[in-house]
C-alpha cells in the first residue's frame, strides 16, 4: 500500500524559507513522477513542482519558479521542496502526490502539510 507523508509546514513570515518534506512507502518508486501541489480556502488545487525519481527531469509551476526548488533523495524514498522567498499567497494546504508510470493522473496523495507566510 502507497503511503506518503508530508512534514515540514508550519508558520514563516514573508521573506522566509521552508523545506517540505514527503515520506514515499509501499512501492518501488523508481520510475513514479512525484508532485507537489497546493490548495488554499476557497481556491482550486494548484500544481507546484514535479520530479522523475531519477531526479533527471524537474517541473515547475508559475508560482514555483525560481523561488522554489524540488528534490529527491531515492536511497531515502524522500522527495523535498525547498521553499524560498515566501510570500503570503504561497499560504495553502501543501500536498504531496506520486503518478505512476504511464499514468497521467497522480493516484497516491498525502495528507498535506498546511504552509502559513505572514506579512
Known amino acids: 500500500q502507497v503511503q506518503l507523508v508530508e512534514s515540514g509546514g508550519g508558520l514563516v513570515q514573508s521573506g522566509g524559507s521552508l523545506r517540505l518534506s514527503c515520506a514515499a512507502s509501499?512501492?518501488?518508486?523508481?520510475?513514479?513522477?512525484m508532485g507537489w501541489f497546493r490548495q488554499a480556502p476557497g481556491k482550486v488545487r494548484e500544481f507546484v513542482a514535479a520530479?522523475?525519481?531519477?531526479?533527471?527531469?524537474?517541473y515547475y509551476g508559475d508560482s514555483a519558479k525560481d523561488r522554489f526548488t524540488i528534490s529527491s533523495d531515492n536511497a531515502k524514498n524522500m522527495v523535498y521542496l525547498q521553499m524560498n522567498s515566501l510570500k503570503p499567497e504561497d499560504t495553502a494546504t501543501y500536498f504531496c502526490?506520486?503518478?505512476?508510470?504511464?499514468?497521467?493522473?497522480?493516484?497516491?496523495w498525502g495528507q498535506g502539510t498546511q504552509v502559513t507566510v505572514s506579512s
Open positions: 502526490a506520486a503518478r505512476e508510470p504511464g499514468s497521467i493522473d497522480y493516484r497516491y
Open positions: 509501499g512501492r518501488t518508486f523508481s520510475r513514479y513522477r
Open positions: 520530479i522523475r525519481w531519477s531526479g533527471d527531469s524537474t
